[in-house]
């Protein structure tokens, strides 16, 4: 079954409002988790890495104050979308990994801005 | 970050094996190389992942080449629900016990299986 849950699957919103997608990892702690995004036909894109009680580490090019983190506990992560646009229409995948090797990611949150 | 070049597709027959191949020719000592893939419209899925020797599980094989700077993921017998995107990895930033080594995906390559 699943190890990594995200939540809601999907979701549209109207533009310029905000949007909060969860991450939690089920029956593991994970210190770190990571998000990443994916447009149509592309690969996924890393946005940054959640770090539990601490700031997260954001990739070259992503707005912080635009893609909000926060990993306050052990198994949840949250990604929130400020003042949404129709260009932050994507699909949102999070990640975990479980001690050694293997990675665990969320079934993915579709948005859609309108 | 160590990249890795893969074809942009292939296409297989059901129930014949598969032989996907993967180039990384830059990739350090301590790089470890994972495969993943994605169905369309779900988040990606661990296939196999390994170091220096070979690797099997009940998914596939993974064959590493001598110096290291290619592998081939192996599908003994492709079956219609194996039709997805294949993305080799470099493990980045971390050593085996790192957990917070991020993994940075290339551009895959999307599978076909024919009937």
């Known amino acids: 079954g699943a190890v990594v849950s995200q939540h809601p699957s999907r979701v549209i919103c109207k533009s310029g409002t905000s949007v909060k997608i969860e991450c939690r990892s089920l029956d593991f702690q994970a210190t770190t988790m990571f998000w990443y995004r994916q447009f149509p036909k592309q690969s996924l894109m890393l946005m940054a890495t959640?770090?539990?009680?601490?700031?997260?580490?954001?990739e070259q090019g992503v707005e912080k104050d635009k893609f909000l983190i926060n990993h306050a506990s052990l198994t949840l992560s949250t990604l929130t979308v400020t003042s949404a646009h129709p260009e932050d229409s994507s699909f949102y995948i999070c990640s975990a990994r479980r001690g050694l090797g293997e990675a665990f990611f969320g079934q993915g949150t579709r948005l859609t801005v309108v | 970050d160590a990249k890795t070049t893969q074809p942009n597709s292939m296409e297989s027959n059901e129930e014949e094996p598969v032989h996907l191949p993967c180039n990384h020719s830059?990739?350090?000592?301590?790089?470890?190389i994972h495969w993943y893939r994605q169905l369309p419209s779900q988040g990606p899925e661990y296939v196999i992942h390994?170091?220096?020797s070979n690797v099997n599980n009940r998914m596939a094989s993974l064959a590493i080449a001598e110096d290291r700077k290619s592998s081939t993921l192996i599908l003994h017998r492709a079956t219609l629900r194996d039709a997805a995107v294949y993305y080799c990895?470099?493990?980045?930033?971390?050593?085996?016990?790192?957990?917070?080594?991020?993994?940075?995906f290339g551009q895959g390559t999307e599978l076909s299986v024919k009937p």
């Open positions: 830059t990739i350090s000592g301590t790089d470890y």
């Open positions: 959640s770090n539990e009680g601490s700031k997260a580490t954001y």
């Open positions: 390994g170091l220096t």
């Open positions: 990895i470099l493990r980045d930033g971390g050593g085996v016990y790192n957990q917070g080594g991020k993994l940075i």
